[in-house]
């Protein structure tokens, strides 16, 4: 089945100087996969997500979502952002309730929700804190938490780990994939670290830089769970280095010339 | 554990020094005046002070002024916090609103608000009107600038949490823009509460009937310089005590969520 189906997909930002963000990006990403997206700052990765989010709408090019054109923001596609953006005036309880609250959702069943997804973050008995108690990592939980309460089909993840310490964001990878599996969500993941990428993707797409737009796209291999150091991840993390080094040796000379 | 306890100390020494000097400060005062180094139309002993205070509350006389004061004050800073806090509301979220109103709102704010009293008075009368709108003039301006300041904070990335829920406007003003500014909208309640308090007696002062303002004239004018002193007094705990209720206010809505 299909999940998204990105066509043409092309971004300019205006201005004196017009710059070309995405440029003609053509993706399908399955109903229930996880799909990475990995590529250096400035190649519009996150663009791409907030255009999937609906937060932006593309120059040129339509977004397909179960067989509807995108035209905004919908609970169908919760969103984790790299800024975890809890709310600080909200306890972590009040934050994983946002959602549910917007829609109106009652009381008793938001409580239920709510306690199911905390447990399942691994943050029950933090409910009644407020953020700046919360370490990094934790904070991310709670974002993450936040975006499954409301129950989407997809889970749009921006650079989530980005901001927290190695050690926690290999435990956040596991964990993230532990709910990935029980959920059954789509997950369609943004990051600028290859080997977190090939660990969690079923497919890596790598998008080059200035303008964004796709690069190369990666099959991992679907057995799961993954090792690590399994010598298949390894060979298709070399790949992408390699691909990564061939765009940035052509970007050299192009300077030169 | 012996670090609190070394805190503690501390903390009694100096109040111990305050009260000291507090009461030194007093006592020099009592000493000029009883030796007639100062005259006592000048200033007061405050022996008497503190008997003037204990008579005016004693032979009810304070009671009625203290209420009209408190009420002119009451009901034109709460009309003031809630039009400055709508007015920043509306002018942030009214598109070019902003950009077309501040230089009128900026002219507005710097009109001296003294010099329109006697207008006011021409206008309201010398009754509860007037003050009223003294008290909203000394406060309204500073409430809806730091809304529209406290607004404009608000992060982009809340925001766009916000959008992903899909939350309505009135959702996303209520739960979103107001919770974000409130720190600085509080910083504006506390000022203009003093303000309008000193906006209250000063109309008071100028023309009125009753009320705390007009007792104070009232004894300056009749020389009865304790009595003054004891007025004087008795406003000062007043301010006091409302700032405290807006701090303990703040605490209640803010600082739980600030980190310290």
Redesign the interface.
Known sequence: MEGFSIRGVSMVYGGATPTETLSDINLTIEDGEFLSILGPSGCGKSTLLEIL???QLPTSGEVWFGGKKLKG???E???V?Q?P?L????TVYKNVE??L???GVAKSERREAVQRYLDLVGLSGFEHK???HLSGGMKQRAGIA?ALA?NPEVLLMDEPFGAVDHLTRLQLQDDLLNIWEAEKKTVVFVTHDVSEAVFLGDRVVLLSPRPGRINQIFQVPKHRPRKRDDIELLKIQNDIYAAIHEVKSSDNLEFTI | MSNQNHRNRYRWRILIGQIVLLIACLGIIEYLVRAEIVGSLYLSKPTQVIEEIYKLFSNGEIFHHLAVTLKEFAAGYLLSAFAGVATGLLLVLIPHAEVFFRPFLSALLAIPKVTIIPLLMLWLGIGLSHKVAIVFLFCFFTIAFNTITGIKQT?E??L?????????KL?TVM??IL??A?PTIFVSLRVSAATGLVGALFGEMVASKDGLGNLLVQATSLYDTAKAFAIITIVTVISVLIIAVIDLLEKRI?L????S
Do not use: M, T
């Open positions: 989010a609906g937060l923001p919908g609970i596609r919760g969103v952002f800024d953006s709310y600080p005036w909200r946002l959602g609250e917007f829609r407020y953020p700046h936040r409301n | 992060a990335a809340h766009k949490v916000a959008r992903v829920f899909e939350a309505s959702q739960k979103v919770p974000s409130a803010v739980k969520w600030k980190s």
